[in-house]
């Protein structure tokens, strides 16, 4: 047997050496025709990615600007670290015919795919590209969307999705429509598995508005975003009522009035700054704990500027807004639909460096009762939380749920049913703080002990009880009131021996509701170490297909 010796390291790096750089083969003929070098084909592809990258025109690229938009490339731009963009199917085009289609087929089909690192952590896109077809969707377009949804679930990543787009593309028919099913079914399936945001930056219009609503959170930009279901020329033939596309679906509408946007912005640079904000707050999946970082603001800080901020008389306004600050990390917080049913704030924070969901009832909007919007609100951002492991903090100031035949008539016990089960359903860590009042089946709602809430505590301002002592006088001592000489002096005795009795601080802590009441200085401490210590919460649900929630 001959053993043939490895060639010394320098001389196999040598020939390596020469052989790259010696020079390439010339082309070979094929018959009479020469087959074009590797070079040249290299060169080709250069070209082509650099045409894709440019888009359609540069006046289809100014008249986006003239709108007073950004391509959809300089908005991916703008939402990922710089140089981390991976495109997919960037060469895709459609293969439909008829009505001239066959004569235009740009490459991307209209919507640009891929992923990048957004602060280091990976995330997908899907971008409209107004400039081909008016961003409008067709089979090829939706079987990009749809593949980098699939990508997005298996790799366990957010997504977000930059909506500037005229609809399904009419050419194209029954097969645009069937690209939005596929959208929908995925937006569903991946429904608590991936965040998944929708950032409208243009029109969305018909049968496209309907993603944005499957989705997580989503953004509008004022004055160039609109999402409706039919536009103000169908409502007028319908109808008879004039209307803008601004006033009947712009952002200020969506964020204020329906409440189906939870963030509005004057910009498009402001918003996609906000939604990397909203993403640093976010685990990548529902099997992640949200991200914790290093904060300088001391986890042994006090808060007792608390104690003057809520004044102890229970009919006197605040702002709990304040209190959030006082007890969030640097005072940083993100509130989500700050503009629609403002008696409840729902806001992502961070205490001691974890996130942390709050919901909070705001007394200085209709005193902070709930009704049929706040309600919706608070229970939709606690599923949210509860689906990506973030701990719930709720600070209660509650009188109750709003009366009203309207009230009524439109379903609050409905709508108060929904917030119930998304607590009772709820297995992420749950501390409830109770400032102030807390009264009837508003307390309850409101991540009581009794609904499962793993640490209560309260203030030594807090009343809880099932009715304001007013009321509970009149109602138990009505006979003994009417009786009486001195009707106003007696009904004053009764209420205040109604409260020593039954409505002192101390009377949920003695029979066991409330697991401690603590100066309010202390709130920030508390949380944070009750944080810590359910960190590592577990809670098993009942084996079932699903529940049937309120709707």
Not at 131 to 138: N, V
Not at 181 to 195: K, Y
Not at 284 to 311: F, G, W
Not at 499 to 514: C, D, I, R, S, T
Request: proline residues 5%.
């Amino acid at each position: 047997m001959t053993i043939i010796e490895d060639a010394p390291v320098a001389q196999r790096t040598s020939d390596v050496t020469a052989r790259r750089s010696a020079p390439a083969a010339p082309p070979y003929p094929i018959g009479d025709k020469p087959v074009r070098s590797t070079q040249d084909r290299v060169a080709d592809l250069v070209e082509l990615q650099e045409k894709v990258v440019r888009g359609p025109s540069a006046k289809a690229t100014e008249a986006q600007h003239a709108k007073g938009k950004l391509t959809a490339r300089e908005r991916i731009d703008l939402l990922f670290d710089k140089g981390t963009f991976t495109e997919v199917e960037g060469l895709r085009r459609h293969r439909a015919t008829g009505f001239g289609m066959e004569a235009k087929r740009p490459h991307s089909d209209g919507v640009i795919t891929g992923w990048g690192l957004v602060d280091g952590r990976e995330v997908f896109v899907y971008a409209h590209d107004f400039r081909i077809f008016g961003g409008a969707l067709g089979e090829a377009h939706a079987t990009k969307i749809h593949k980098i949804m699939d990508m997005a679930s298996a790799a366990g990543a957010p997504i977000v999705g930059l909506c500037d787009g005229a609809g399904a593309r009419i050419q194209e028919g029954v097969t645009a429509l069937a690209g939005y099913g596929g959208i929908f079914q995925r937006n569903v399936r991946n429904s608590g598995v991936i965040p998944q945001i929708s950032v409208i930056m243009g029109p969305c219009a018909g049968g496209a508005a309907y993603s944005p609503a499957l989705t997580d959170f989503v953004f509008m930009v004022r004055e160039t975003s609109q999402m409706f279901i039919t536009g103000p020329d169908v409502v007028q033939a319908v109808t008879g009522e004039q209307i803008t596309q601004n006033e009947l679906g712009g952002a200020d509408v969506h964020t204020g009035v329906s409440g189906v946007a939870q963030f509005a912005y004057d910009t498009e640079e402001e918003c996609l700054q906000e939604v990397r904000y909203l993403l640093s707050l976010l685990p990548a999946n529902n099997r992640e704990l949200p991200p914790r970082t290093a904060v300088d603001d001391p986890e042994d800080r006090r808060t007792d500027s608390l104690v003057n901020l809520v004044p102890a008389e229970r009919g006197r306004s605040y702002d709990m807004r304040r209190v959030i600050e006082e007890i969030a990390d640097d005072g940083e917080y993100f509130e989500v639909h700050e503009r629609w049913a403002g008696n409840v704030i729902c806001a992502l924070t961070r205490m001691g460096g974890q996130v942390a969901g709050i919901v909070a009832n705001q007394p200085s909007d209709l005193a902070g009762v709930l009704d049929i919007s706040s309600s919706e609100k608070a229970a939709r951002f606690v599923q949210f939380c509860d689906a990506f492991n973030i701990p719930l903090v709720t600070l209660v100031d509650v009188p109750g749920f709003l009366p009203g035949v309207d009230q009524e008539h439109g379903g609050v016990i409905r709508h108060g049913a929904k917030l119930l089960y998304a607590y009772c359903n709820a297995t992420v860590p749950r501390i409830s703080v109770v400032l102030r009042k807390a009264y009837g089946g508003a307390y309850i709602v409101m991540d009581s002990q009794s609904i499962g809430a793993d640490l209560t505590l309260a203030w030594p301002t807090n009343e809880i009880a099932v009715m304001g002592a007013e009321g509970a006088a009149n109602v138990i001592f009505r006979r003994e009131i009417a009786a009486s000489d001195d009707p106003e002096g007696t009904r004053a005795r009764l209420i205040e021996e109604y409260q020593n009795k039954l409505m002192h601080p101390y009377y949920a802590a003695e029979h066991g509701l409330v697991d401690d009441v603590i100066h309010p200085g202390e709130t920030r401490i508390k949380l944070i170490t009750a944080l810590k210590m359910l960190r590592a919460k577990y809670s098993a649900l009942p084996s079932r297909k699903h529940g049937n929630q309120p709707q």
